[in-house]
């Protein structure tokens, strides 16, 4: 048998966590939100969906828009996915969406592409703590309707719910009033951009960050124009949070700045920064 000083013994010991880091980063794939690719998606859905799978993203979230398919073109889209061997888990979704009439036609094109979370990103006009609590039994009604499918509800914020509403923060009031099945996918640029801290809230819900916006925002002029990991996010703080108590199953790289011929590339460098960051 082979004798280790207690040094060697001593700096193995102290690699444990980082190898352990290393895997549990390697487990947890990276997507884009297809709105940093608006203009292109626009012009062409299947093509610009093949380039960013190209570009080595695993997982799409649709935007709004997709809520105009029929189902023939949701399956069209589900069988470009499976050929490329890329995922949608998620969509972003306006307020229509939860409501009677219009959580079963979100079922159904969810469905069919294969994603189980459908998450509201736009609550409309709301203004006062008691309309926030509303939005979050709009949340809790479409769980019930969902959770026996196998699906979630989730609720994307903006910058608005950072800010104080008769001295409560929306997010707060939503936390507090939805059920726990009720995914709270964090978009990180705007509570930045806020002046909130991003880690103390992926602590204080743990288990129900199961997706991130990975938006950057820097002070000083470039705010949202900012790629991925070159603005003032505190990254590394912030993944360590989302894998150690967050919950997070998948990220999203999100890019909303920038002219619309450099979206796909804007895409790429994004992609290069995640996996300088994550390697």
Known sequence: MTTLSRRTFLTMAGTLPLWARAARAASVP????????????????????????KLGYQIVEFYSPYYSWTPSQASDVRK???????????????????????IQKAIELNQIIGSKYVVMASPGQVSTADSWKQVADRLNAGAEKLKPLGMFAGYHNH????????????????????????????????????????VAWITSNPG???????????????????L????????????????????????????????????????????????????
Request: hydrophobic content about 40%; some cysteine; overall charge negative.
């Open 30 to 53: 990276v997507g884009i939100e297809l709105y940093t690719v608006r203009d292109a998606l626009a012009k062409d859905l299947m093509g610009t969906v093949r380039a960013v799978a």
């Open 80 to 102: 470009l996915l499976d050929d490329l061997g890329i995922q949608c888990r998620s969509t972003h979704n306006d307020n229509r969406v939860f409501t009677p009439e219009g």
């Open 159 to 198: 910058g608005a719910e950072w800010q104080a509403v008769e001295g409560k923060r929306p997010m707060d009031i939503l936390a507090t009033n939805t059920d726990k099945s009720v995914a709270l996918q964090f978009d990180v640029g705007t509570c930045v951009a806020s002046g909130a801290d991003p």
């Open 208 to 226: 129900r960050i199961k997706s991130m916006h990975c938006k950057d925002w820097k002070a000083g002029g470039k705010e949202y124009a900012v």
């Open 228 to 279: 991925f990991g070159e603005g003032d996010a505190p990254w590394a703080k912030i993944f360590e949070a989302a894998e150690s108590v967050g919950g997070i199953e998948y990220y999203l790289i999100e890019q909303e700045a920038g002219p619309a011929d450099e979206q796909l590339m804007r895409a790429e460098q994004c992609l290069v920064n995640w996996k300088k960051m994550r390697s």
